[in-house]
């Protein structure tokens, strides 16, 4: 019930190219759903979040989708380039109010040139 | 200027050591975090601490003691190291985050890779 499932664990696409990356989770009292991106070396920072009364979210050429009732979201790239080569955590929480994140299992991209 | 910052960033031990991590933020958050991260990838929180009481404890053996001196710090502890503590353990703070307004980012620092032999 706590866990969240992400798919797939790594995905490599051309420049320009629109990977997108799934998650699915069980509780239904998670309400806050960010994505983090890690590049090598680095720790994980904030990409984009979204919470469960908004079906889509959408920050530069990132976009989250959101589907409450099969329980699902998932992170489109538009136009991916070789500097969005990073692996990619979805992640849950609940009660609004905590920085306790229930992470993925995490997507290495790789964008080629 | 580093937000989040840990040291050392590496740590190279034998089994049975002890050994610490510290963590110092300057970006005026209330919370802080440590979480692991195992060989695959995965992340998994350890510990918060809110204005240096803490908030979380995630079922992590006791030998991890995390101690806050201030809200801008959390050290961590960690005594008999065995082999399968190997890991990068990532320090983290956030605005809010334990119960209060949270504002929905945790900054992380760079990790600190430890490897027990």
């Known amino acids: 019930q706590q866990q969240v499932k992400q798919s797939p664990q790594s995905l490599i696409v051309q420049k320009g190219g629109i990977p997108i990356i799934n998650c699915a989770y069980e509780n239904t009292a998670f309400d806050y759903f960010p994505w983090y991106q890690q590049f090598p070396g680095k720790g994980p920072a904030l990409l984009i979040a979204i919470r469960p009364d908004v079906s889509e979210k959408k920050e530069g050429r990132f976009t989250i989708s959101f589907n409450k009732s099969a329980k699902q979201f998932s992170l489109h790239i538009m136009d991916s380039q070789p500097g969005d080569s990073a692996t990619y955590f979805c992640a849950a929480s609940r009660g609004g109010n905590t920085g306790k994140l229930i992470f993925g299992q995490g997507t290495t991209l790789q964008v080629k040139p | 200027d580093t937000a989040v910052s840990q040291t050392p960033k590496y740590l190279v031990t034998q089994m049975g050591n002890d050994k610490s991590i510290k963590c110092e933020q300057n970006l005026g958050h209330d919370t802080m975090y440590w979480y692991k991260q195992d060989s695959k990838k995965f992340l998994k929180i350890m510990f918060s601490?809110?204005?240096?009481?803490?908030?979380i404890n995630e079922t992590v053996p006791n030998r991890f003691s995390p101690k806050s001196p201030d809200k801008a710090h959390l050290n961590l502890h960690i005594n008999s190291l065995e082999l399968g503590d190997s890991a990068v353990y990532f320090c983290?703070?956030?605005?809010?985050?334990?119960?209060?307004?949270?504002?929905?980012?945790?900054?992380f620092g760079e990790g600190s890779r430890l490897t027990v032999l």
């Open positions: 983290a703070s956030s605005q809010g985050g334990s119960g209060q307004v949270f504002t929905g980012e945790l900054f």
């Open positions: 601490y809110n204005n240096k009481e803490l908030i």
